[in-house]
């Protein structure tokens, strides 16, 4: 078919389809999605919850029980499995959706032409939407970076090539046009379609949507590359082998324990379903779990920072990042110019603010000044207003009238400029509107506009290179009114544009001209011919300057031992200069060009990596061997693109860093991160994040492995050294105290905020073990204070001959003292009377409820039945917690005096 005629087949137009028509469509085809992504298998992932070992050893725990008669254990470990997978359950599928909502937030877009509501009226409008709306019939605009959203059917071509080796096995690219081929043509041969998944390399091009989803030729295909993660992460893997060897050692415990009872003379029944619960409580079985709660909790605060984690492996690896290698457009920098400073005559009329906002002010050797203080500066100005194809867009918000220049960024910043020194564009386009142009020529470098002017006068504004405005001008406006051009005056204003240009801006030189309109077409072919009678102005100079935010963020980086390296391919006088107003590169601040990195060898650029911080004109192929060598220097790098060929550098990276907003389609999927706002500081809150996930991973681990090595230490210290007495605990005592405080606070803590220091530590080595001597230290410390504390309750109690009394005593004792853990475990080096509670509301929700079911446990009777306890009076109640929070006291005292220590340190070292 012609693309005529394809369009006829499926109802639309170069104008697009209504949003009724898609709104229609979309129920009929469905998303644009390929099923085999799949979603969260909700009673798959319900029935794994029975295959974790935990619910593994309760199962043989209510077996045993249920064989020796006990038929209460038995109902209760049954309710206990059905909690711990409905438990599980939950919070798995919430870190599930949670990641799948991400990669929704990350999914591509693309370009789309539809017709406007009735309501909005007529015609037809670009919008860019989400792939995953796109219907047959739908009109996309393709450029090159992006990827083809869907089968679709060219109806307009410029120089288009695609990339479509997944489909064809072809390596090299495909030239693509209209023409109309043969029926039978193989998908080799479909030069006139560009195919769903195929990278356009090349050109830019108009075309209708044929086939969506599973209807696509990718649809077919029955391998797909997931974007789910390919690897496991370093810290999953850490955990995996703590959690083995945490099993192994609850098995050998429970053999122990078993050993010892059975020794002791233990009904068989009594003591092996004592064991298996000595075993529960002894397994980590949380910590996966934990672990993708934490990630998942850790990407969701990034994307609440501008941060969206397309790959999990990514939130801790940040955490380790030494090195941020970023580009300087649009991430350091505003990606907006920005005039700094206007020259006429003898004045030198500096502007502040940045970017299109018209927040900023005229001053003159500081002190405020406006257009109206000087003839040539007003005139200049609207001089740049009306030598200027950027448009402006009106509108209004909450009453108030607003306004936003569209175009070409030069031209933007020269309006704005001029909005800067109170004229409005608007009026001054309106009042003199244009009669004709020169448009710019790179030949000659500059552009003219001739404006209808007062008495009908005509006027030609001129601006360019200031060596060629220069060279077209024969007078000069100054103060004292237009005066003659003398070679002083002209050497004086290059003179003016070469010290403007050494400070990194872009410096364009004014002009004008007024004439009668009689005299407008030969006026043109004078200016024209490069033989012009001008009147010269003064200078503009402009930059794309520094975000305000980035220099703070640069400095934390320094504070937090990350390096920061600026690759650019803009001038190096630019990037020296953005480099030295944002504080990084050496202190000569010399930036290495592409071409000095060219005639380097590996080991030559190894060396200078570690020295040099600022390269300039340097192309995707240096910065992916910039990126080789840091990571041959032992850094963990995070690496920022934009471009298609920006894509081998960011997988070479560490951390893949894609802009959201200028980055293309390829540079997004090779990503692990894509900014939303293309923002230098959206990468250093990321790393922020990454450091607190690791952190919060090692709170959650050092609370387990505490709680569980002081419940193995209890339970073998009770047999081993007290014989004579029964039990400490019944099975089902273990079992609840397990499933309560384990199931509040490894949760809970795993959403701990960021403690005020993290951002001053020195980035953590990648290598680096998730349990340290100081935890191990803790964990031995705090496990023999919990199991001697929960002993010395028992065996008091016990010399007056209450077994019930003594064994509830023990029962909640150890409950508290996992309570006190819980709270210490908030922060490995603050105090937990520093720790606020806004920081973490959900931690003191956990808290509060645990103890509602501590308390419970022993009042009322449905609970006495199932675990065995009595009521207890106020005063047990008050010994249980002084002789629990001693684990809070020994803890705090440790912080204390590390503190005490590590401040007497570094005020000796010479530190603050």
């Known amino acids: 078919m012609s693309a005529d005629e394809v369009m006829q087949e499926l109802r639309t137009s170069p104008a697009g389809l209504k949003m009724s028509e898609v709104r229609s469509r979309q129920e009929i085809f469905g998303p644009n999605e390929l099923l085999d992504k799949g979603g969260v298998d909700g009673v798959k992932l319900f029935l794994q919850q029975f295959r974790n070992p935990l619910n593994m050893v309760l199962a043989a725990a209510a077996i045993v029980s249920f064989v020796a008669d006990h038929a209460i254990d038995t109902v209760v470990i049954i309710m206990l499995i059905a909690f711990n997978a409905i438990m599980g359950f939950v919070q798995e599928y919430k870190a599930e959706k949670a990641i799948e909502s991400l990669r929704s ?21 670009r919008n860019r939407v989400k792939a995953i709306d796109l219907v047959p019939g739908d009109i996309i605009l393709l450029e090159s970076g992006d990827r083809c959203p869907a089968d679709c059917r060219l109806i307009e071509a410029s120089a288009l090539e695609s990339d479509e080796s997944f489909l064809t096995g072809e390596s090299t690219t495909v030239s693509k046009g209209l023409e109309v081929l043969n029926a039978s043509a193989s998908v080799e041969e479909m030069r006139n379609m560009v195919f769903f998944g195929a990278i356009i390399t090349k050109g830019r091009g108009m075309a209708v949507v044929v086939a969506t989803g599973m209807e696509t030729e990718m649809g077919r295909i029955t391998e797909l590359i997931r974007e789910a993660d390919e690897h496991e992460a370093p810290i999953e893997k850490r955990i995996k082998d703590l959690s083995l060897k945490m099993g192994l050692i609850a098995v050998i415990a429970s053999i122990l324990i078993f050993s010892l009872g059975y020794l002791h003379g233990l009904e068989f029944y009594e003591i092996l379903s004592f064991s298996l619960a000595a075993a529960v409580s002894a397994i980590p079985e949380g910590l996966l779990v934990v672990l993708t709660i934490i990630l998942s909790v850790g990407a969701f605060r990034m994307s609440n920072r501008n941060a969206l984690i397309r790959k999990l492996n990514a939130v801790e690896t940040l955490g380790s990042v030494t090195v941020i290698c970023s580009d300087k457009t649009g991430t350091l920098t ?17 502007i502040s603010g940045a970017g299109y906002g018209l927040e900023g002010d005229f001053s003159i050797d500081g002190s405020p000044a406006s257009a109206s203080i000087d003839d040539s500066l007003h005139t200049l100005l609207q001089a740049v207003i009306l030598c200027n194809d950027a448009k402006i867009r009106e509108y209004e918000i909450s009453g108030q009238k607003r306004w936003e220049p569209t175009g070409d960024p030069t031209e933007m910043a020269l309006l704005v400029a001029a909005a800067k020194g109170k004229l409005d564009p608007v ?123 980035a220099k703070e963020s ?35 601040g010399k930036a290495y060009t592409g071409a000095e990195l060219e005639g380097l060898s590996d080991d030559e650029l190894d060396i200078l990596v570690q020295q040099s911080s600022v390269f300039s004109r340097v192309s995707p192929e240096h910065k992916n061997r910039i990126v080789m ?77 505490t709680s569980n090595v002081s419940e193995i230490i209890l339970l073998m210290s009770a047999l081993l ?123 003191f929700i956990a808290l509060l409820g645990c103890l509602i079911l501590i308390y419970l446990s022993t009042e009322l009777a449905i609970f006495q039945v199932g675990l065995g306890t009595v009521s207890l009076g106020m005063e047990q109640w008050a010994v249980v917690t002084l002789v629990s929070s001693s684990a809070l006291w020994v803890e705090e005292g440790r912080k204390f005096i590390e503190s005490h220590w590590r401040r007497r340190i570094m005020g000796a070292s010479g530190k603050s």
Request: aromatic share 8%; with cysteine.
């Open 105 to 125: 937030m990350s999914s591509p877009e693309v370009d789309v032409v539809r017709i406007c509501s009735e309501e909005d009226g007529e015609g037809c409008y």
């Open 334 to 350: 505003t990606n907006q110019m920005t005039v700094r400073g206007i020259h006429v005559h003898d004045l030198h009329i500096e």
């Open 427 to 549: 009026r001054v386009q309106i009042d003199s509107p244009r009669l004709d142009e020169l448009p710019f020529d790179s030949s000659v470098r500059y552009m003219v506009t001739f404006n209808k002017h007062a008495g009908g006068m005509i006027r030609a504004y001129a601006k360019g290179s200031p060596e060629s405005i220069i060279e077209l001008s024969r007078t000069m406006m100054s103060k004292d009114g237009i005066l003659p051009f003398t070679d002083n005056s002209r050497n004086r204003f290059s003179q003016q544009a070469m010290s403007m240009a050494s400070d990194a801006l872009r410096v364009l030189g004014v002009a004008f001209d007024e004439f009668p309109e009689e005299e407008l077409n030969a006026r043109k072919e004078q200016i024209a011919s490069g033989s012009g009678n001008l009147t010269f102005l003064g200078l503009t100079g402009m930059i794309d300057p520094p975000r305000p935010e």
């Open 554 to 588: 640069v400095r934390l980086c320094h504070q937090a031992g990350i390096k920061v390296i600026m690759s650019t391919g803009d001038h190096r006088s630019t990037a020296e200069a953005i480099a030295k107003e944002l504080g990084i590169g050496t202190e000569s």
């Open 629 to 705: 060598a840091l990571k041959r220097n032992g850094h963990v790098v995070a690496m920022t693109g934009d471009g298609v060929n920006d894509a081998p550098a960011l997988k070479a990276a560490d951390v893949g860093i894609a802009m959201g907003i200028n980055g293309t389609d390829v540079t997004k999927e090779v990503a692990d991160m894509v900014l939303t706002d293309d923002n230098f500081t959206s990468i250093v809150n990321a790393v922020e994040e990454g450091r607190v996930v690791f952190e919060n991973v090692r709170k959650v681990v050092q609370y387990l492995i």
């Open 721 to 843: 050294f007290f014989p004579q007495y029964p039990l400490i605990l019944l099975p089902i005592m273990i079992l609840w105290t397990n499933l309560v405080t384990d199931g509040f606070f490894d949760k809970t803590l795993a959403l701990e905020g960021k403690e005020g220091n993290i951002m001053e530590r020195s980035p953590r080595d990648p290598d680096e073990r998730i349990t340290d001597g100081m935890m191990y230290r803790n964990i031995l410390i705090l496990g023999v204070l919990m199991a001697v504390g929960t002993l010395y309750i028992f065996t008091q109690e016990m010399t007056n001959g209450d077994l019930e009394h003594a064994r509830t005593l023990a029962f909640v004792t150890l409950g508290m003292f996992q309570v006190w853990n819980a709270i210490n475990c908030r922060s490995r080096t603050v105090s937990a009377f520093r720790m606020g509670i806004q920081s973490n509301r959900y931690f």
